[in-house]
């Protein structure tokens, strides 16, 4: 099921996007879609008046997009996570996985404008694969109890700025965190239809030159193991989100690549997941 907010910022509203194309307002089933909705068996509630019929059918022209949750209450980040990524950046193969967080008032949706920083002059792409949390979890014990957290998978995208990056200073936060820094969306593919996370192709290209072209089979570390990893050392609340890294094909690891600048339009797309356009602009 793809599950999805549209509207005005701040005003979205939940909705379906049903597999023969048709948009249904979930409104008389939930507010939002949020770490609540999830809790408490929302997907279950939404599959369950979609079969029922009755819900209203939505017009999706000229209507936005939002991110596929409201309000996560993280956002984890796992760097360095694609061994090509890895080697293009001249790092080595790390022993476990590299942690970072980034604000979730980054969050906007997959269509949204994306700011570069005031500032700027490194701004970069980085595709990754989204994974949204369904029920709290810690100190999971593996892999499979980590699978029955999940809620769904999304497109991500983890703008980064490298100099504020790793010029500035020995955390990445001041270089993750710029506003408008994580589209997330179109939807929320929920874990039961989304298959297998480790069999999804990732692209990006910008200005219509391909960029990024991997596939989430090389990982490092496989989702499941990252979140049963991450549940070891925080708790897992119903709506964060986890982006699980990007492949090869960063400006940083592409020496002479021009980095983003205001009027160029990035594309990036997950088998299944659905795609994302943004043009960025100027802070």
């Given amino acids: 099921m793809k599950l999805l907010r549209v509207g005005a910022p701040g005003e979205e509203r939940p909705a379906v996007l049903t597999d023969d194309g048709r948009l249904l307002d979930l409104s008389s089933v939930a507010s939002d879609i949020d770490g609540a909705f999830l809790a408490s068996g929302g997907a279950e509630r939404a599959r369950a008046a979609v079969e029922a019929g009755g819900l209203s059918e939505l017009d999706p022209d000229g209507l936005r997009i939002g991110a596929p949750v409201a309000r996560p209450g993280k956002i984890i980040c796992v760097g360095l996570n694609y061994r090509d990524h890895a080697a293009e950046t001249g790092a080595a193969i790390p022993p476990r996985p590299v942690v970072f967080m980034k604000d979730p008032g980054t969050v906007v949706g997959p269509y949204d404008e994306v700011l570069i920083p005031r500032g700027s002059v490194k701004t ?13 979890a810690r100190y999971l014990e593996g892999p499979e109890e980590a699978a029955e957290v999940i809620a769904g998978y999304a497109v991500s995208h983890d703008v980064s700025e490298r100099e504020f990056q790793l010029e500035y200073s020995s955390q990445w936060d001041l270089g993750k965190s710029c506003e408008t820094f994580n589209p997330i969306g179109p939807w929320l593919v929920t874990a039961d239809e989304a298959g297998d996370p480790q069999d999804l192709r990732l692209r990006l290209s910008v200005n219509g030159v391909k960029r990024q072209h991997g596939h989430t089979r090389d990982m490092i570390f496989p989702v499941h193991r990252i979140v049963a990893y991450l549940s070891q050392y925080m708790v897992l609340e119903p709506g964060d989100v986890i982006n699980t890294g990007t492949p090869a094909g960063v400006a940083l690891g592409l020496p002479g690549t021009p980095y983003l600048r205001p009027g160029d339009t990035v594309d990036l797309e997950i088998d299944g997941l ?7 602009g100027q802070a």
Avoid: K, N, Y
């Fill in 124 to 136: 970069d792409w980085e595709v990754e694969l989204g994974v949204v949390i369904g029920r709290r």
């Fill in 274 to 280: 659905g795609s994302q356009r943004q043009i960025f």
